[in-house]
């Protein structure tokens, strides 16, 4: 079967980094993408990897291993605005499947 | 200049009832879709649509029907609304893949 799996919660301090995994299982693949949403907010597009590495843009970086079948959004210098819920997305038979997403609760 | 715009916000409506959400885009996207967020936050895809042709229609009750009038624009309508349709709906449109776009949602609430 398709399936994304993510950590449900994860809390980290203010100004420090925070990492969060994706393991999928898919028979069809081409990449992985990460979403933030807000409580009360749209999904808004971060990172997108096609090819296994680090993609980084400003404070964010996302990884890939497609040997691994694994991922993870980094969060450098985060920020009280951070707290939010954060998907992993494969593309893949045509479609954008979202994984199980992941609480960040940042504290001071 | 809202990228995908969806209406209404907010929706609450006795079950039976049918309802309508509209959906435009104004980034000249060829793909558009509708998503489902239930209430554990798990997003799931309905329809997708490609320059008005559907592409997907995931498993959902045919009494959810979309229309595509043109590729600006997505529109879905409920029938015999029932209490399990609760949920946040989300539009979005893409170029590419891996990238899309979403509206702001539209809360549904079946009393």
């Known amino acids: 079967g398709q399936s994304l799996e993510q950590p449900s919660e994860v809390t980290a301090v203010e100004g420090a980094i925070v990492q969060m995994n994706c393991t999928y299982q898919?028979?069809?693949?081409?990449?992985l993408s990460w979403y933030q949403q807000h409580d009360g907010g749209a999904p808004t597009f971060l990172s997108y990897?096609?090819?296994?590495g680090l993609e980084e843009t400003g404070r964010f970086s996302s990884f890939l291993s497609r040997s691994d079948s694994y991922g993870y959004l980094l969060l450098q210098e985060l920020q009280m605005k951070d707290s939010a819920s954060y998907f992993c997305?494969?593309?893949?038979?045509?479609?954008?499947?979202f994984g199980t997403g992941t609480r960040l609760t940042i504290i001071p | 200049d809202t990228a995908v715009s969806q209406t209404p916000k907010y929706l609450v409506t006795q079950m039976g009832n049918d309802k309508s959400i509209k959906c435009e885009q104004n980034l000249g996207h060829d793909t558009m879709y509708w998503y489902k967020q239930d209430s554990k936050k798990f997003l799931k895809i309905m329809f997708s649509?490609?320059?008005?042709?559907?592409?997907i229609n995931e498993t959902v009750p045919n009494r959810f029907s979309p229309k595509s009038p043109d590729k600006a624009h997505l529109n879905l309508h409920i029938n015999s609304l029932e209490l399990g349709d609760s949920a946040v709906y989300f539009c979005?449109?893409?170029?590419?893949?891996?990238?899309?776009?979403f509206g702001s949602g539209t809360q549904l609430s079946v009393l």
């Open positions: 997305a494969y593309f893949g038979n045509e479609k954008l499947t």
């Open positions: 979005a449109s893409s170029q590419g893949v891996e990238k899309l776009f």
């Open positions: 990897n096609a090819l296994d």
């Open positions: 898919t028979s069809g693949f081409y990449g």
């Open positions: 649509y490609n320059n008005k042709e559907l592409i």
